[in-house]
């Protein structure tokens, strides 16, 4: 069965960077686009951006331009989402989903990870 | 596209039927709206997608309609499992966007 097991909790400073992992089991892992949404607390969803792990193309919301990297290691079959300059406005849970596969341009997102919740406070 | 789900809160006994709104600001590319269920706690669970195709494993009761800027999810016969917010999302066009959700909780 396709699963996506995330990092741990993180806490971090104000000015900081955080990386966040996905690790993937249960399907084509180059097969299928990766997406990172995050939720503050008591809040809705907000895209943050895709990655194509067979390329590495990535796409990231404007606002998180300049400070989001989406990376890959397609041997250890994980996804890693990397925020830098982080303020206190960032604190959220952090979420990797998966779709679309490489035969769709767009899908919605099928399965999720667990979740990784960071916190930043000085 | 900014997506805007009525009503925030829903209360309704079990067994009734729940009616969300998912309203976008301009036209979502072949019906690319999705909804998804979450609960305290837990990652969001995807219900519909392309407007109303069911994803693996969801029953029937669950059903969504629309198209373009008016799209609603339907519930059926509430279960108390069903109990939890919802979320609408566009995948059509970048950046993807999410409705501010829609909390359907026990009267």
């Known amino acids: 069965q396709v699963q996506m097991v995330q990092s741990g909790t993180e806490v971090k400073r104000p000015g900081a960077s955080v990386k966040v992992s996905c690790k993937t089991s249960?399907?084509?892992?180059?097969?299928?686009?990766i997406n990172w949404v995050r939720q503050a607390p008591g809040q809705g969803l907000e895209w943050v951006g895709w990655?194509?792990?067979?390329?590495?193309?990535?796409g990231y919301a404007q606002k998180f331009q300049g400070r989001v990297r989406m990376t890959r290691s397609a041997s250890i079959r994980t996804a890693y989402m990397e925020l830098s300059s982080l303020g206190s406005d960032d604190t959220a849970v952090y979420y990797c989903a998966r779709g679309p596969p490489s035969y769709l341009a767009v899908a919605a997102f099928d399965y999720w990870g667990q979740g990784t919740l960071v916190t930043v406070s000085s | 596209i900014l997506l805007t789900q009525s009503p925030a809160t829903l209360s309704l006994s079990p067994g009734g039927r729940a009616t969300l709104s998912c309203g976008a600001s301009?036209?979502?590319?072949?019906?690319?709206l999705a909804w998804y269920q979450q609960k305290p706690g837990l990652a969001p669970r995807l219900l519909i997608y392309d407007a109303s195709s069911r994803a693996t494993g969801i029953p029937d009761r669950f059903s969504g309609s629309g198209s373009e800027t008016d799209f609603t999810l339907t519930i059926n016969g509430l279960e108390p499992e069903d109990f939890a917010v919802y979320y609408c999302?566009?995948?059509?066009?970048?950046?993807?966007?999410f409705g501010g959700g829609t909390k359907v909780e026990i009267k």
């Open positions: 999302q566009q995948y059509g066009s970048s950046p993807l966007t």
């Open positions: 990655m194509n792990p067979n390329s590495g193309s990535t």
């Open positions: 301009q036209s979502v590319r072949s019906s690319y």
């Open positions: 249960g399907y084509t892992f180059t097969s299928y686009d």
